[in-house]
């Protein structure tokens, strides 16, 4: 997971993105248009949370939570 979430390319990331965007479409109680336009601005929504490093501090929130 580290790997992908510092930048690693490949099938894990493809597999992380889409897994992020599915859940992203699926929550989003007041999405409108085709699902296939809705995934594609989730998939862009995942994707920059890894460039920007946000992805990474919620992992980092989560790990010290769950050593608390």
Do not use: C, Q, Y
Not at 24 to 32: E, H, Q, T
Request: aromatic share 4%; net charge negative; proline share 3%.
């Amino acid at each position: 997971m580290r790997s992908v979430l510092s930048g690693a390319h490949g099938p894990a990331r493809d597999a992380a993105l889409l897994n992020a965007a599915a859940g992203l479409v699926a929550f989003d109680l007041d999405a409108v248009g085709p699902f296939s336009e809705r995934m594609a601005v989730a998939l862009k929504r995942a994707e920059e949370s890894i460039e920007s490093d946000a992805a990474t501090a919620v992992l980092d929130r989560w790990v010290a939570l769950s050593r608390s």
